[in-house]
């Protein structure tokens, strides 16, 4: 058994001032986050759909690592820790809100584009709502993002709404609509450009300061 992760995550957080510590999975999982001042669910392996696929491949993340990943975001919750899901956090915080998800772009929304871009350049367009956090964040309603997914969001789920979408309609960003700070974003921040991640983990970092005052 193999725990690993892409290092650009550790990487982003550091760049904005935050000690970044991974929590693998052991029993007890939750008692990790009492170390912790707001949680990363980064970007994984697919979440496993309720019916077959049979004419696509999927890289299903393990039962183990789930049940993991699902007992953090409740202890989490519980504790009212800032989060910010990447992508495949993003669609786990959905399906733990209840929200509905798309197991196959190409199978569930036809109509949607591939969001599957070549690295490092693939690109495409998000327009924000204007009073979202994200836009408040960037100071802007457009952003360029990457795209690294087959999987989405066809319904955010309770207690989040909509606050960023691809240009065809594919639901690109969430936030909670009342404290805690959740947000969940489908692109890979930590793989974008350095202002670009200054902003989001920047943004994330605040939440998580504002928090551990609280707390205090």
């Not at 990363?40 to 183990?64: F, H, K, N, Q, R």
């Not at 789920?157 to 974003?185: H, K, Q, W, Y």
Request: charged content about 20%.
């Amino acid at each position: 058994m193999y725990h690993y992760i892409d290092g650009a995550y550790a990487g982003a957080l550091s760049e904005a001032s935050a000690v970044p510590l991974y929590l693998p999975e052991p029993a007890g999982s939750e008692e990790l986050l009492d170390a912790v001042d707001g949680l990363v669910i980064p970007g994984g392996d697919d979440l496993p759909p309720s019916t077959a696929y049979p004419d696509v491949e999927m890289d299903l993340v393990s039962e183990v690592q789930l049940a993991h990943d699902r007992a953090l975001l409740r202890g989490a919750s519980q504790r009212g820790l800032p989060v910010l899901g990447i992508c495949y956090g993003m669609q786990l915080m959905v399906a733990e809100a209840g929200g509905q998800l798309l197991y196959d772009i190409g199978t569930d929304a036809p109509h949607c584009e591939s969001h599957r871009l070549q690295e490092p350049g693939g690109r495409h367009d998000v327009s924000l709502e204007p009073d979202s956090q994200l836009a408040q964040w960037f100071g802007q309603t457009s952003l360029r993002v990457n795209s690294l997914h087959h999987q989405g969001v066809a319904e955010p789920g309770t207690g989040f709404r909509v606050c960023g979408r691809a240009g065809d309609g594919l639901i690109e960003a969430i936030e909670s609509n009342a404290p805690p700070f959740r947000m969940g974003v489908q692109w890979h921040p930590e793989k974008m450009e350095a202002p670009h991640r200054a902003v989001v983990f920047g943004g994330f970092l605040a939440a998580c300061r504002e928090w551990a005052r609280a707390r205090r």
